[in-house]
């Protein structure tokens, strides 16, 4: 958690006792209970920092030099809750201009942005500030998805920014960007999700659902390794089985990766599914799957669907016991 | 479990010193950073000591005192001592209570009515007075909450509906609505779910395929598509694969082995993933693994409080049947 450029600032850190603004203050020390059960020993400067800050949050003095307190009590560990509670109680007193805020939770995240408090602060701070905020937040959130792709508080927060101020404009093309450069990153497909379904832009998903499954089948025919994307494709058709089971393009993917015979464990999958929702293969599926199987496999007559189960049994042997089960389904079905 | 043949053994013992040493350690940056969390650090340690059949090594009386210091006004618990309260902590203090069958130094009155008081009118729930909205603390006041016997206190149904709102196409669950699956948000929602009697709102079959699907080569679970695994995914995908009754999906020899190579043999503890350093967390989280998949010599624990099913049985079933069984 501790950063190298922390460990400098450390190196030039004064004691609070020898600074002259905080001669008037007497720090109080951490109560850890009688004769402690887990007696911590800390770093000084942080058990100095936070004697002051104790005295100063006991004392509920919303004064500067408490807030700039915090912001040194924060920099040493950004995970304390009373720390960032007691700030958000400093900034309203003081009525400071919040976009300097926005600045210092931007100077914290440099640090450790896996942080919920952090996160929940800075939500705090674009509430107050409203649509001003919008690209802002948007900004601030690309940036550190630019280092993490998959930052679960980025995405909540910009999330959030996008249904309470807005800034619904390039989200799709965002999207697109970040699965330009990763095509398995499940954050970015959850957000492509989120945009069709809860943008007001784009007319939800059925308006959106031509032009996404001719998008997905691309992604998975290039990938066919990739869970996202199947997994996307086959939310397109939420709630709308009869329209997945009889549109040919997701039954002509499967056949396409099928055919390739490489990867292709979601393009089985997603084909027994479509069986198990009433999809009719022709020959030709048959004729595939039967190539996947062993030479030496018993045959499985007409029933194309058991041996599906049987050829993910052998290719996915990690979850045999999964696809045992669907094929053991099966059965009870007839 | 002869079926695990000669994978390596539990170090059990050299856990157990792990985590009674861990706290006393002095200069360690780690204790400096979980001061402020020092009630969930307990929760940790003293559960895996149970699970491990060795908590009777503590000084019950003085982790008691100690909680009870930890109680705000409010009936919240901090963190530690002075600090401010938040849901986190209390049901840290409520579990740890639990397992040394101490529930009554609380004002059961008091801590429930700060947990229901953080319920919103969507049926979600926020951490503390600051308002942070999260599933994890939809499940956290609702395992607190019943072990209180005090679910009364909340809207159910409502909160039943938030969690529900926050269900994907994948059949897994975020932290709001449309927040991305994720093994650990999962947990939270399997487990109020659970403990409302309210399963039937899961897709089964479709979350017990995605949670199957965390399973790597090496054995080892992630918390979600293309990350790398990490042991605290062997409690959260674990946990909630029992709850939903489809544990059998994944290859279990192959997870105790992971679990069993993150041991730091030497020194005891678990890391999250093989030759990295230990922590308390990644123990209790090995740990629990292990018990929920019926490792010899382990406590079985309870796959929606996490707590050992001796406790839980103790609080739904009375203390009768702690004797009998």
Partial sequence: MASSSSDEEFRQWIPFRQRPEWSDVKPLPQDDGPSPVVPIAYKDSFVETMDYFRALYHGDERSFRALSLTSEAIQLNPGNYTVWHFRRLILEALEVDLQNELDFTEAVARGNSKNYQLWHHRRWIAEKLGTIATSKELEFTRKILSLDAKHYHAWSHRQWVLQTLGGWDDELSYCDELLEEDIFNNSAWNQRYFVITNSPLHGGLKAMRTSEVSYTVKAVIAYPENESSWRYLRGLYKDDNHSWVNDAQVSSACLKVLSAKNNYVFALSTLLDLICHGFQPNQEFRDIVDALGTPDSDRQGSDLAKSICSVLERVDPIRANYWRWRRSKLSQAV | ?325
């Fill in chain 2, 1 to 325: 479990m002869e079926i695990f043949g000669d994978m390596g053994e539990l170090a059990a013992e050299k856990h157990v010193e792990y985590i009674l040493s861990v706290e006393k350690k002095k200069d360690s940056f780690e204790s400096v950073v979980m001061e402020h969390l020092r009630m969930n650090g307990a929760y940790w340690g003293l559960t895996t000591l149970d699970l491990l059949g060795k908590l009777h090594a503590v000084d019950v009386d003085q982790i008691v005192s100690w909680i009870i210091k930890c109680q705000h006004d409010s009936g919240g618990f901090g963190g530690n001592i002075g600090h401010d309260p938040h849901v986190l902590y209390t049901l840290s203090a409520v579990q740890v209570l639990a397992l040394f069958d101490k529930l009554d130094v609380l004002d059961i009155e008091k801590v429930s009515t700060y947990v229901a008081g953080l319920q919103n009118e969507d049926g979600s729930f926020s951490g503390d007075m600051w308002g942070e909205i999260d599933t994890r603390f939809s499940y956290i006041a609702i395992c607190c909450l019943s072990l209180l016997h005090r679910l009364d206190k909340i809207n159910v149904e409502n909160a039943v509906s938030y969690i529900v709102s926050c269900k994907n196409l994948d059949g897994g669950f975020g932290c709001m609505p449309g927040g991305e699956s994720h093994a650990g948000q999962i947990f939270c929602c399997v487990g109020a779910l659970a403990i409302t009697g309210a399963l039937h709102h899961i897709d089964k079959d479709l979350l017990g395929w995605w949670l199957c699907e965390r399973q790597v080569k090496s054995g080892g679970l992630n918390g979600r598509p293309e990350k790398l695994p990490d042991v605290c995914y062997s409690w959260w995908v674990l946990s909630s694969l029992i709850m939903i009754d489809r544990v059998h999906w994944i290859n279990k020899e192959k997870l105790v082995k992971y679990i069993l190579d993150c041991q730091d043999l030497d020194n005891g503890g678990i890391s999250d993933r093989p030759d990295d350093a230990v922590d308390v967390y990644h123990t209790y989280f090995g740990v629990a693994g292990l018990s929920l998949l019926e490792y010899t010599g382990l406590k079985a624990i309870d796959p929606a409080y996490a707590l050992p099913v001796d406790v839980v049985n103790r609080i739904f079933i009375g203390r009768q049947s702690k004797k009998e069984s």
